[in-house]
């Protein structure tokens, strides 16, 4: 409701069974284009290590994580090399950056991996749970002591993120695993969603909505109702054993 462009990108790569939303940062286009870089290099690489098994990649294998974590996180590390790259190149795009975060079913795992404040939730059985954890100023002072709400209302660099590609020429990235069960949901987003949006109205979207179509046009909707001060972005997916 406040923007006049979307920095926000997303990937439905159903064929390889992978999710994403980017939420660009940089203003004027280059938010829009660090998080589009995001989208097309996580698409390309899973896509180019689906056709050939053996192909080399950019980036060692992590010997404490499995193929499935090594191949999610090694997309996001390319990710943000390209669009380092492209911010040190041209002047016009230095300091863009992007949030990403990501869910990947290989072997009836879900595997999520995130860099940022974009956010994985997961639903079950009526309960809605965060499972990525935000990269933000505001989560850093929450684990460092706690903040009444009214302290957390007047934050004053609720925005600032402290860890994004394209910052620097390598990422940490955080990666994480899950069992589903049949029927089992996943909601990715960007913060335009969970920052207008309190949980309790997430779940009860989830809860009340069985077409994942119209529970994404509802949540991005409620997001507008209650101020839409940011680009909305959300991506929901249904786990099947069938």
């Known amino acids: 409701m406040k923007r006049n462009h979307n920095e926000d990108n ?20 280059s ?51 390209r669009i380092y790259e492209r911010a040190s190149s041209e002047a016009k795009y230095r300091g863009m950056g992007t949030t990403i975060v990501s869910v990947h ?43 009444t709400p009214e302290e957390i209302e007047a934050f004053p660099h609720k925005n600032v993120i402290v860890r994004a590609l394209g910052m620097k020429d390598t990422v940490q990235v955080d990666v994480s695993r899950l069992e589903p069960m049949d029927g089992d949901i996943f909601l990715l987003c960007s913060d335009g969603l969970s920052g207008m949006v309190p949980d309790t109205q997430i779940q009860e979207t989830l809860a009340t909505v069985s077409d994942l179509e119209r529970a994404c046009g509802q949540l991005i909707d409620l997001a507008n109702a209650n101020g839409g001060n940011d680009n909305v972005t959300c991506v929901i997916t249904r786990f099947s054993t069938h």
């Open 10 to 29: 997303f990937l439905v790569l159903t064929d390889e069974n992978l999710f994403v939303v980017a939420d660009g940062m940089g203003g004027h286009s």
């Open 31 to 81: 938010g829009e284009i660090a998080s589009k870089i995001a989208v097309d290099e996580m698409a390309e690489f899973f896509r180019m290590t689906s056709r050939d098994q053996d192909s080399t990649w950019p980036f060692k294998m992590d010997k404490t994580k499995n193929y499935d974590e090594n191949r999610l996180q090694t997309g996001i590390k390319l990710a943000n090399a």
């Open 105 to 147: 079913f290989a072997n009836n795992t879900a595997y999520i991996a995130h860099v940022g404040d974009s956010r994985v939730y997961f639903f079950r059985q009526g309960q809605l749970k965060q499972v990525t954890e935000d990269h933000s100023l505001l989560n850093d002072y929450l684990k460092a002591k706690k903040l």
